[in-house]
């Protein structure tokens, strides 16, 4: 008897790693001409990867910040395809109108003229990171620095939510009803009550987040590591530590299944495809 439960107990084991076995393997990656690249996000309506790079002190307003735009094949379109930031770093698309964080501003840029429509002063801000647009538009913006989160709505940013649970906030994921925000710990505000839920206790600290499914995530660790999330459990990827390449904020395609990273440290982004088993 003792025997049968010790084989099924190691065979639940092995077909539950079989089961839930992931990882990534490199289907491109850019030269080493980015200038600390944070962010990559990709649009498929331009079929086109954009790029926030820092180029510079993320803290320094010195004018050296630009956004570059890439194929999905890694190809450079245009480098420096729009000028005139400091320290860019989340991104979202909404309307084709990208909005970033560019140290205490919110920066709105046409795709369509590639060029910037409007810088929006934010007041009470102090190192803004992350940004996630809901489906009507409300575009809500991470302060690392000042543990708040913005709102811009109707054409003007204001305060959303103040709180000590949110020390070290970096990144968010808006969702239909929920926020996720993330700094050690993945959390959920309800964006009616504006609750706040731990879903992940220990992250490593969490960069960019993607949805996969109803209890999972893929995320980027600042210090060079991905990490997917299965309910409270780990599963590392990727980890560039020793290289130092941290990795930025990445972004998922799920129709292809690539994971796009910003490598810091390393100047270049790169593209994984995602494998699960």
């Known amino acids: 008897m003792l025997k049968n439960t010790v084989f099924f107990i190691l065979t639940f ?12 393997s490199l289907v491109w990656a850019t030269d080493t001409i980015f200038k600390n690249p944070e962010t990559a996000l990709y ?62 501003e919110l920066v709105l840029i046409s795709i369509k003229e590639a060029k910037i429509i409007r810088k929006i002063k934010v007041e009470g801000a102090v190192f803004l990171n992350d940004v996630a647009i809901t489906k009507n538009g409300k575009v809500f913006i991470s302060d690392t620095k000042a543990a708040k989160i913005f709102c811009y709505a109707d054409g003007k940013v204001s305060l959303w939510l103040e709180s000590d649970k949110l020390q070290k906030i970096n990144g968010m994921l808006a969702e239909k009803t929920k926020l996720i925000v993330c700094n050690q710990k993945i959390m ?8 706040i839920k731990t879903l992940v206790e220990t992250t490593g600290g969490v960069d960019g987040i993607e949805r996969l499914g109803k209890n999972e995530f893929l995320y980027s660790n600042w210090d060079g590591r991905v990490y997917i999330t299965k309910n409270s459990r780990l599963i590392k990827l990727l980890d560039t530590t020793k290289t130092k390449q941290q990795s930025g904020d990445l972004d998922y395609i799920p129709s292809k299944k690539l994971v796009i990273i910003p490598t810091l440290g390393g100047n270049s982004i ?3 495809k995602l494998k699960i088993n």
């Open 13 to 24: 084991l092995l077909v539950n790693d079989c089961v839930y076995s992931q990882s990534l």
């Open 43 to 104: 649009n498929a309506k331009w079929k086109s990867i954009f790029v926030s790079n820092i180029n510079g002190n993320m803290y320094e307003k010195d004018g050296n910040g630009f956004i570059s735009k890439i194929s999905l094949d890694g190809k450079i379109e245009n480098l420096k395809w729009v000028e005139g930031l400091n320290g860019p770093k989340g991104m979202e698309i909404f309307k084709d109108t990208i909005f970033v964080t560019d140290i205490d």
């Open 188 to 195: 959920e505000v309800d964006l009616k009550t504006k609750e």
């Open 270 to 272: 790169t593209c994984y």
